[in-house]
Structure formats: C-alpha cells, structure tokens
C-alpha cells in the first residue's frame, strides 16, 4: 500500500490553526497598510489556496476514470454491480430524507424565524440552478471530453462503467488491457498523496482566505438559524450515520469517525465535496477498508447526489424564511419540503455555495420571498464548510454499509 506522510492529520490541523489565527490577525488588526494587506491576501491566501484546490480538482476525473474502470473491468459477476447500485441510491435517497425531516423537525419546534426582521439586503440578482431534467440528462453525455473537462461526475461515472463493462468482455482479446488499468490507478492514488502532503499550506491558505474575507462577525446575523442549523447538521452525523452504520455493518463507530478525520478538515476547508473525493477515495479503501469496487462508484456518486448537510440546510432555511414572513406551512408542504429537498439535493453541483442556489427552487414551489436569500447568504460560508463535512461523511458511511453487504470490506484494515 502507498504511504501517506507522517503527522499529516497533526499538520493539517495545524494549518487550519494558523490560517484562522493569521487571517483573524490581518482582518482586525488597523495597523497593517491596506496594499499590504491586499497583497497578502491576494498573493499568500487567494493564491496559495487556489493552486491547492486547482491540484485536487485535477486529479477527480483520471482518479474516478482510473478506479471505476480497472474496478468494473475486474468484477467477475455484473450482477454485483446492481446490487451496489441500487443500495447505493436507496440508502443516499433515505438519509438524505432523514436529513431534511430532521431540520424540519427542529426548524419548526424551535422556531428560528419567529420574530426576526432582517437589515440584511437582498441579492441583486437571483442565482440560478439547473434542474432535474437537466440533471438526469447530464448523466448520458453526448461527448465525452466536454463532460470531463467541465467535471460532470455521473457522466464520467456512467462513461466509466460502460467503457469498464466493454474491458471487462474483451479481456481475451486484449491481452488483458485492464491489467494497465490497475496501474494506472495506483499511480494515480500515489499522485493523491503527493497533492495531499501539500495540505496543511493548502488548509492554512483556505481557512486564512475565508476569515480575511469575512472576519468572525458573520455569525451575528440570523443567530438562532446558524445555532439550529449546526445542532441539525451535528445531529445528524452523530445519531443518523451511527444508526445506521449500527444496524447495518455492526463495525466500530468509533474507529469510523476517527478515520474520517481528515477527510472532513479537507471538506470543511475546501466547501466541496468535489474537491474533497481524491481524498474520500483514498481514506475510504486505504484505512476503513472498502473494496475499491465499491468505493470507486460510491464515493464519486455520493459527492454528486448525496448532500444531506445540504438538505438539511435547505430544511432549515425554508422553514426559517417562512416563519420570518408569518407563512405557516402545513403538513402537506412539509412532505413536498422532504421531496423537494432530497430531488435538489441531487442536481446540487458539489462546489461552494452550491446549496444555496438551489434553494431557490424550493422557496419558489412556496411561494416564500426570494429576496430572504439575502441572509441565508450571509452567513453561509462558515455553515457552507460545515455541511460539506456532513455531505462527505455520509457518502463514506454509506460506501462501508454497501460495501459490508456485499462481503467487500476488509475488517482487519477497517480496525487497524
Ligand atoms: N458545498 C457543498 C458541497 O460541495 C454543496 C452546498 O451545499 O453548497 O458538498
């Protein structure tokens, strides 16, 4: 197995340390000359966490290219690979359900819009989010290269299947070509740890660019929406993950989160679970054991469709904004509020801010004011990163699931 560098969780930790302890110095401190200051922040943070995020975006299509095929190309029955995709999207679909039920659940007990009335002015121009006709369509790509270049992942996963399938029934043919594959991979999982040794300057760039942007008085506004909001988020991955990993895989929770560590610093600092699957992939086979099988179709496929922190974002703020303009949903919306959430969950690209855009098209079925968008998004950085963290944590949870109903996770490395 490819080692990863020593000390890599303590640095990054570090650097997310420093980052905030720097950025919140910049941000508040009147000495500093603004062109200094400028010049830090667009030469050091701007630029130092772009060309990180840059290294890791690079990597997502050969690395999920390379794994599904050489994954695909050696499966020995197909009837495997429906297995694992019909768990799949059934157990993304059902916590994702959970998820917004929850927010709505703790959203209408507690009451964050009641009473609230808002300096915050509305965006000026709505963002725009693409549906789900368009979604489902984007998985069948009419040409290959434009869907990788532009990092359309279910239509590299689904051209990634189809071109695994054909490897895998000319084999014979080939002198097995699929072998090269298999190296391919590892030489792409060796690039991984080599971007990832960069991490704790790229976390420290992030997180500094975050606070010098912003400072830390962004949780003023909206106050009981961001409280609630983080105790649904930490709800859900405390109870909801470990429920389930419980009945399904009886594998130590303990171990599980400890091991997704870093995988969530990575998606708090970068707000993409995009951005975050080399890493995902790697901590998901190489230390909690999945079969690359599983991982190398479940993890890319989660990082696009399954968001939970998402929806449990999009739950809150519905309710909130509701409340806020005196609308009392009935039982009935709060269901379609469930829909809806987990469809727009789906066709939520896995990027910063994402979530927020398709929000729209839940206060619009409402009818709630769109203007409301305004403080959702004002304090949607910090909670951005949070719920990415919970969207990449579910997606591992879900790999170890499937992969244990199916014999395909190796205990021994899961519990090392
Ligand atoms: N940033 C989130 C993600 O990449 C999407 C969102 O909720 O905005 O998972």
Redesign the pocket.
């Known amino acids: 197995m490819i080692e990863t560098p020593k000390n890599l969780t303590r640095n990054i930790l570090l650097g997310m340390f420093l980052g905030f302890l720097v950025g919140s110095f910049l941000y508040y401190s009147n000495f500093i000359p603004d062109n200094l200051l400028n010049f830090i922040k667009i030469y050091v943070f701007n630029l130092g966490s772009g060309i990180f995020i840059n290294l890791l975006k690079l990597l997502i299509v050969p690395l999920v290219f390379f794994s599904l095929v050489s994954g695909i190309s050696s499966l020995t029955s197909m009837k495997s690979l429906g297995n694992i995709t019909i768990k799949t999207i059934v157990l993304y679909l059902s916590t994702t359900a959970i998820a917004v039920s929850l927010s709505l659940l703790i959203g209408s007990v507690f009451k964050p819009g009641a009473g609230y009335s808002s300096e915050v002015a509305p965006p000026e121009k709505l963002p725009q989010g693409q549906g789900i006709y368009e979604t489902i369509l984007d998985i069948f790509p009419s040409n290959i290269i434009d869907a990788m270049a532009q990092n359309q992942m279910l239509a590299v996963v689904f051209f990634s299947i189809l071109f695994g399938l054909a490897l895998n029934k000319t084999n014979h043919l080939t002198n097995n070509f699929s072998e090269s594959f298999e190296k391919l991979n590892t030489v792409f999982m060796q690039l991984v740890i080599m971007v990832i040794s960069f991490a704790p300057i790229g976390v420290f760039c992030l997180i500094g660019k975050f606070v010098i942007t912003d400072g830390l008085d962004i949780f003023q506004e909206a106050f009981k929406y961001v409280i609630l909001l983080i105790i649904a988020l930490l709800i859900h991955v405390i109870f909801t993950y470990s429920l389930i990993l419980k009945i399904f895989t009886n594998l130590s929770l303990l171990t599980f989160y400890k091991k997704m560590k870093d995988v969530a610093i990575f998606a708090f600092s970068t707000?993409?679970?995009?951005a975050t699957i080399p890493v995902t992939l790697k901590t998901v086979q190489d230390d909690l054991g999945v079969n690359k099988n599983v991982s190398s179709f479940v993890i890319p496929v989660g990082a696009t469709i399954n968001?939970d922190?998402?929806a449990i974002?999009q739950g809150m703020a519905t309710v909130f904004i509701a409340q806020m303009s005196g609308i009392d949903l009935t039982l009935f919306q709060y269901i379609q509020v469930v829909i809806l959430a987990v469809v727009t969950s789906i066709g939520?690209a896995?990027?910063?801010?994402?979530?927020?855009i398709t929000l729209v098209i839940i206060l619009q079925q409402f009818g709630l004011p769109l203007e409301a968008i305004g403080i959702i998004l004002a304090v949607d950085r910090i909670l951005?990163m949070l719920?990415?963290s919970v969207?990449v944590t579910g997606d591992a949870a879900v790999a170890c699931i499937v992969a244990h109903s199916e014999g395909l996770i190796d205990k021994n490395l899961f519990n090392k």
């Open positions: 707000s993409s679970s995009a968001m922190g998402t974002m939520t896995a990027v910063p801010s994402a979530g927020t951005d719920r990415t969207n």
